[in-house]
Nanobody
Framework: QVQVVESGGGLVQPGGSLRLSCTAS????????LSWYRQAPGKEREFVAS????????KIANAAKGRFTISRDNAKRTMYLQMNNLKPDDTAVYYC????????????WGQGTVVTVSS
């Protein structure tokens, strides 16, 4: 059973930075596609960034390009989302998702970490 746990959320002022972490367990980390999604109050969950397998280039949503950077450290079984120049519109619950293939596609979501951007 793959489990992912997010951490690193908090309250930050506009223009500030945060680094979120997503730690995965229960499967070969190199075979997990790890992604970040977020859900703002009253809005649908949206894609933020993902890091594939086999050396694939990371993908970043347009709203995050130039401000957010995604990386992963397989030795630590962890993916990171570095968020800079945060805006109030970035306020949301940030979720980590793991996708893997075992007799078909399977996925596991974390419980989320809250990011609040406010002065």
């Amino acid at each position: 059973q793959v489990q992912v746990v997010e951490s690193g959320g908090g309250l930050v002022q506009p223009g500030g930075s945060l680094r979120l972490s997503c730690t995965a367990s229960g499967f070969t980390i190199e075979r997990l596609v790890l992604s970040w999604y977020r859900q703002a109050p009253g809005k649908e969950r949206e894609f933020v960034a993902s890091f594939g397998t086999g050396g694939a280039s990371p993908k970043i949503a347009n709203a995050a390009k130039g401000r957010f950077t995604i990386s992963r450290d397989n030795a630590k079984r962890t993916m990171y989302l570095q968020m800079n120049n945060l805006k109030p519109d970035d306020t949301a619950v940030y979720y980590c998702k793991a996708l893997w293939y075992s007799g078909g596609p399977k996925e596991s979501w974390g419980q989320g970490t809250v990011v609040t951007v406010s002065s």
